[in-house]
C-alpha cells in the first residue's frame, strides 16, 4: 500500500529484497539511532541538501544516491516510530533530488565553491603567520610527504561552516533584490495608475469644455450685444470727468460751473457766494 505525504511525495511500499536488508540493518540500529538521525535530519541547514545527507560538499552523485537509500531506511515511516519520521523520510528525498537537478545545483556549487577558495585562502595565511606551522609544511613538501589539506577531516569541517555562511549571504542578497524588484514593481505600478488618473481628468475636461463651448459663446455673444446697447452712454463704474468753469468777462473774480449756481473767487483767495459779493456792493 502506497503512503502520500504532504508534501505529494509517495511512500511506495519495499520489495522483499529491501525488506530483507531493513532487517538485517535494523539489527545493528537501535531505536535511539533512528530517532536521533530523526532530529539530525530535521535540524539541518535548510538551503545546503548536503547536510541532510551527510554528505561531504564534494560528494559524487553516486555517493548521494548511496547515501540516501541508507539513510531512508534509517528514517523509513514503516520502521521508524518517531512522530516526525516521515517529515525526515520527505526532507531525504527533497535532497537527493535538488542535488541530482543539475540546473537547481549549479547555483549551490557557486557558492560551495566560493566558500572552499575562502578556506584555502586561510590556511595559508595561517601557515605564513605561525613560523612553527611554516616550518613543519616545508619540511614535509621537502620531504615529499605534505598531506593533501583538502583531504583532511578539518578541512572538510571548515569547508562546511564557511559554505553556510556564503549560501546565507547570497540567500540573503536574493531576497533583499527580491524585495527591491517588488518595490519598483509597485512604484511603477502607481506612476501607470497616476498616469491614467491623469489621462481620464484631462480627458473629462476636454469633453466638459467642448460640451460648454456653444454656452460660452453665446454668453460672449449676450455680453456684446448689451455693450453696443449702453454705447454713447455712461458705462458702468465709469470715472466723471471734471466739470469745466466759465469765467464772467465783466467780473474777473467771478467764475461759474458750467450748469450750475456761480461760485466767486475772492482775490484773498476765499471763495464767496452771490448774497456775499452783494453786501460788498453797498
Given at each position: 500500500m502506497e503512503?502520500?505525504?504532504?508534501?505529494?511525495?509517495?511512500?511506495?511500499?519495499?520489495?522483499?529484497?529491501?525488506?530483507a536488508l531493513m532487517k538485517d540493518f535494523f539489527k545493528e540500529v537501535s531505536s535511539a539511532e533512528r530517532d536521533g538521525e530523526v532530529e539530525r535530519i530535521l535540524s539541518c541547514f535548510?538551503?545546503?541538501?548536503?547536510?541532510?545527507?551527510?554528505l561531504n560538499l564534494d560528494a559524487s552523485d553516486d555517493a548521494v544516491k548511496k547515501q540516501y537509500r541508507k539513510l531512508s531506511l534509517l528514517v523509513h515511516p514503516d520502521?521508524?516510530?518517531h512522530p516526525?519520521?516521515?517529515?525526515?523520510?520527505?526532507?531525504?528525498?527533497?535532497a537527493q533530488e535538488w542535488l541530482l537537478d543539475e540546473s537547481r545545483r549549479k547555483d549551490l556549487l557557486q557558492s560551495i565553491n566560493h566558500a572552499k577558495e575562502l578556506v584555502l585562502k586561510d590556511r595559508k595565511k595561517e601557515i605564513k603567520s605561525d613560523p612553527a606551522l611554516l616550518a613543519q609544511y616545508k619540511l614535509l613538501?621537502?620531504?615529499?610527504?605534505?598531506?593533501?589539506?583538502?583531504?583532511?577531516?578539518?578541512?572538510?569541517?571548515?569547508?562546511?561552516?564557511?559554505?553556510?555562511?556564503?549560501?546565507?549571504?547570497?540567500?540573503?542578497?536574493?531576497?533583499?533584490?527580491s524585495l527591491r524588484i517588488e518595490a519598483e514593481k509597485e512604484r511603477v505600478?502607481?506612476?501607470i495608475s497616476t498616469e491614467?488618473?491623469?489621462?481620464?481628468?484631462?480627458a473629462e475636461d476636454k469633453k466638459i469644455w467642448e460640451e460648454t463651448r456653444e454656452e460660452r459663446v453665446g454668453d460672449w455673444r449676450s455680453f456684446m450685444t448689451n455693450k453696443k446697447k449702453k454705447k454713447g452712454g455712461k458705462a458702468v463704474n465709469e470715472i466723471k470727468p471734471p466739470k469745466l468753469k466759465e469765467e464772467d468777462p465783466d467780473k474777473a473774480y467771478v467764475t461759474?460751473?458750467?450748469?450750475?449756481?456761480?461760485?466767486?473767487?475772492?482775490?484773498?483767495?476765499?471763495k464767496m457766494t452771490k448774497q456775499n459779493i452783494a453786501k460788498r456792493t453797498f
Open positions: 503512503v502520500k505525504l504532504e508534501n505529494s511525495q509517495v511512500i511506495k511500499p519495499m520489495t522483499a529484497d529491501e525488506e535548510k538551503l545546503n541538501p548536503y547536510d541532510f545527507l551527510n520502521k521508524c516510530h516526525r519520521a516521515r517529515d525526515a523520510f520527505s526532507a531525504l528525498g527533497q613538501e621537502a620531504n615529499g610527504v605534505l598531506p593533501n589539506y583538502e583531504e583532511t577531516e578539518d578541512f572538510h569541517k571548515k569547508w562546511r561552516v564557511k559554505a553556510r555562511e556564503t549560501i546565507t549571504e547570497l540567500e540573503w542578497r536574493r531576497r533583499k533584490v505600478k502607481g506612476e491614467k488618473e491623469d489621462r481620464k481628468r484631462k461759474r460751473r458750467v450748469g450750475s449756481a456761480a461760485t466767486t473767487a475772492d482775490p484773498g483767495g476765499s
